[in-house]
């Protein structure tokens, strides 16, 4: 175990109103040939189509047991042309190593290359869509939860234990949700050191394909 897996949990704060994400939308070039892609890659159901006067614009596949939709949109009909390659916007998090093997053989079936690798988080596998958009897979996800800052240098990545980024104020109702105890936990067994660790990643069938920090 790293420094950075050590410490207490932090006990959670929340208000009880949200129990989960329930979508992510992904904007593409051909909403057919990507939405048949996540289809077969993740085992989805296609459950939605979304469209104008003049053609689809969109759809949405789902995995109702996971309580989870991907949601398509063409690129040409979002403002500002989204743009999305090079990054991973989908995390999704496999029952365990048996069924993230699985997953990686549909992949291997349909000809895709994967990268896979270990970070901070926990192991991941990585998949390119047909616009060179990442889907992340993990299934041991643990890593530490206390605050946890990733910068990549040219030696490797460097971990850091406190925030650069100044934000605004909290709320007074969002203050008020936090229990003594709680706060104090924010300021105990924080990680004294900084690790430089090195990126260690086995490509399958291709170059790797991450860029960014986990996320």
């Given at each position: ?169 909290e709320s007074m109702r969002t203050r008020g949700q936090a229990t003594r105890s709680q706060r104090s936990a924010l300021s ?28």
């Open positions: 175990m790293t420094a950075l897996e050590q410490g207490p949990s932090l006990p959670a704060v929340r208000s009880g109103d949200l129990v989960g994400l329930v979508q992510v939308t992904i904007p593409v070039t051909d909403l057919a040939r990507s939405a048949a892609w996540y289809r077969d890659l993740l085992g989805l159901q296609y459950v939605r189509e979304f469209g104008d006067g003049e053609g689809d614009t969109g759809c949405a596949l789902a995995d109702w047991n996971a309580r989870f939709l991907v949601a398509l949109r063409l690129r040409s009909t979002t403002a500002g042309d989204a743009d999305l390659r090079g990054e991973h916007p989908i995390v999704v998090e496999a029952a365990d190593a048996s069924a993230a093997a699985r997953v990686r053989a549909r992949a291997d079936a349909m000809g895709m290359r994967w990268t896979e690798g270990r970070h901070a988080d926990g192991s991941w596998t990585e998949f390119l869509d047909p616009d060179g958009i990442a889907v992340r897979m993990v299934h041991d996800a643990a890593g530490p939860r206390l605050f946890l800052g990733v910068r990549w240098t040219p030696d490797g990545v460097e971990f850091y234990e406190h925030p650069r980024s100044v934000l605004p104020p105990l067994g924080r990680p004294s050191s900084v690790r430089l660790l090195r990126r260690r990643r086995r490509g399958r069938g291709g170059a790797s394909t991450a860029r960014r920090p986990p996320s």
